[in-house]
């Protein structure tokens, strides 16, 4: 689309906006059909809006419990919805699909994805190919074994289903692709899941007709701990080709053999067409997580190229004979502390888009320079619901490794796939940042972790508009024609896996809210509120010395996650520092009775008692006396 374009980018205005009412990641692509857009917010909640206007048309909230939310690795987040014939499907973070009506909004019917009733969550969108609705699921650090599957879109009943790791060896293998996979793992894996959960990458080839899958990393992360004689793991952090008719397995490829450091290939799969060394090639790119840019040849999974388009300090290279990693000494990590490591398990690029630029042959990636702490965790002790990656050091070890880590740098990177070098790259102010968009007038729009909406010209990078909305964009823009107007659209609310508020955001609500520009509209950008933060002095310190101590350890084995380590707020849910007295009263209700289940704040009573819930609270109360009323201010 070509209508807003370079000359005319400055006439961009916003036609209208809306707020989904939730708050925390808001990762969708929403999709737009016949004038109706439908997007997905948090809770896996599906919004269906008149496109011209943003009036909105039905909201159906499938009703995931929100205490659930705690299962989910890396918040209750949903990257988008699918259409097919008139129906709508979305996976929800409990592990359903789900079919809606899209003329109404109505539930036509929900199937459990879930086997055995694990802690599967479903963030990705699904995709449907020839009537048959393909979804995966996350939970790789809550003892999934990853599987994706298919259902009829009509009936939702189960066709077929891929295991991506084999079970347990003395268990009869579920089809024979396993049989290549067994023989790759050692020990006693499947105790605790193995991983290699399908997340978020689907992509087809029609002409082909190849489903390409992306798995997730090894579950507990370190393969010391995972399958300690060794293997490459298959089919974990690998591109799988299957026949979507039955979903046998064509051909795979594995980004990272014997993965250690939860390097997924989930991000997403994109087909193009090049030219390499003169010859037309149908090839499939990904920049998984492990700091890598791969081609293959999507019809055989040849590997034709692999380069460092972020800074990876576990391989040096990737042979370009076999086509596998050549790991090095600075990426080996042990049980005697934590060594920082290039990329981290956000990735040199995470679940963001890319999107691609056929005349310029660019790709366009939201790249994260960022060193990741491994470690082999000492006493390593699963326990249900928590997340069991096994790279938990003690908070002490844990603030020193990060006190010695350099600040991560986030950049728009423009790369060339076919010379496999970068053709530019600008650094953002803060990481991390939004999905992009390339679009055929030749400009790239990009959404900002503090609250962007940024147009840069494809061809050099040079930033050509700029629009703030004041809350963090982590989704993809989007365009679209409707009565022959361009549009483009973008969810803005940031969450997510390690995404904490930039300071310039920290005292605005993070609330989800959709923004749709075009050329000509004028309509304000609406303020943000700021947060109300509770004018209060916390309580005197009590518990003992020992108490205290305890406190913390328990805090940052079960809430840091969510609440920000060293009790301090990453900026999304609240800073436990900044309690209420009604808030301190109702300390163990909240957390062992589900008191505020309804908002996300799930009960913890299977896993501590009433004196470890006040050891947690008297370690609140000291951190919050012993930091500045501006320091937690501007941590909230
Ligand atoms: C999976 C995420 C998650 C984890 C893990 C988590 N919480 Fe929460 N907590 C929430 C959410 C969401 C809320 C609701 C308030 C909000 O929206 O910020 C909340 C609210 C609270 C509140 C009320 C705060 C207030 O001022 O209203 C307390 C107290 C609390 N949590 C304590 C804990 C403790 C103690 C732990 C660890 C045992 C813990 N939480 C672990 C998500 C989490």
Redesign the pocket.
Known sequence: MQQINPANIGELGLAWSYDTGQYRGHETTPLVVDGVMYLTSTWSIVHALDARTGKILWVNDPGTPREL??M?CCDVVNRGAALWGDSVYVGTVDGRLVRIDRTNGETVWNVDTRVNNIHYTITGAPRIIKGKVIIGNGGAELGARGYVSAYDAETGDLEWRFWTVPGDPSLPLEHSALETALPTWTGEWWKVGGGGTVWDALAYDPELNLLYVGTGNGAPWSRALRSPDGGDNLFLSSILALNPDNGDLVWYYQTTPGDNWDYTATQHIMLADLVIDGTPRKVLMQAPKNGFFYVLDRATGEFISAENYALATWASHVDPVTGRPVEIESGVYDSSGGVPIFPSALGGHNWHPMAFNPNLNHVYIPKLDMAGIYTVERDYNPETGINNSGNRLSPDEFGAAMAMRAEPKAYLLAWDPIKQQPAWEIEHATWPNGGTLATASNLVFQGTGDGHLKVFAAEDGKILHEVSVEIGIMAPPITFTLDGEQYISVVAGSGGAGVRQPEVLRHKQNTGRVFTFKLGANKPIPAVADKAIPDITPPQNFGTPMQVESGKQ??HR??S???GGSATSNGI??D?R???PT?HEN?NN??LGGM?EA????S?DDV?DEDQ?QA?RSYVVKTANSTSEAEVQTAH
């Open positions: 939310g705690r989910a328990l805090y079960y809430c996650r969510c609440h849910i609240r436990l900044h309690a209420t808030i300390w909240i957390v505020f908002l996300g704040m799930a913890f501590i819930a947690i």
